[in-house]
């Protein structure tokens, strides 16, 4: 069940995109070519020519021109870093400043996941206190006093990114005991230029590129699949 949830937020790492891609723009369908001896300009699609032939008893003589194909566009990426590779082969398909370093926010919440569940106990219960919930927002809303299993608290705060989750699975393991099993895990998922100051990802120092990110996706893809 735990990996499971973490797929959904999995898609986000995949193609990678430290901001969301634009898409591209419409493209007008192509008419078909005039027909010569036709004496209309063009053709709809759900019209037969021959049949207009045989209606029109006038024609014209002129070339027909010649039909031009119409190539789409690339999609136009804003994310000022990205990398699409395949999971398996880990064979790259696409990148751009893969290897600059970013904040990743709640991206971190993955490695949180992952030490609490090779951590700690998953029926270990966790009652909810006032510093676990002074994080910024309130996702999952967890409530003062409420009792938790660390199974129970995956779902919040990865469904839902729930800082005040990550704060409560953090600080019933020893705050920074968990930050350091955090970084550990990161170096033995591949992830050599990342680095974690808290569990929940609101801080700036927890930082990866998207080289690291896609060694994390790999190793929970081939590791931890349910």
Known sequence: ALWTSIAVLLQAIIVLALAAAEGTKDVPTPMRPIRQGIPYPQVPLDIDPEALEQAIPVFITSPSPKAV?????????????????????????????????????????????????????????????????????????????????????????????????????????????FIEKMNAMAVQAGMTLTSFKDASGLSSGNVSNAVDLLALARYIYSNEKP
Do not use: C, W
């Open 69 to 177: 194909p119409v190539v789409a566009p690339r999609p136009l990426v804003s994310a000022e870093a990205y990398i699409v590779a395949n999971l398996d082969s880990g064979e790259v398909y696409a990148e751009r400043n893969s290897r600059k370093v970013f904040p990743i926010a709640s991206i971190s919440k993955l490695v949180t996941a992952l030490v609490a569940d090779q951590h700690m106990q998953p029926d270990q219960k966790i009652t909810i206190t006032q510093s676990m919930l002074d994080a910024y927002g309130d996702a999952g809303r967890l409530m003062l006093g409420e009792t938790f299993t660390i199974s129970e608290l995956l779902y919040p705060l990865l469904l839902e990114s729930s800082n005040d989750a990550a704060e409560a699975i953090a600080q019933s393991y020893g705050y920074a005991s």
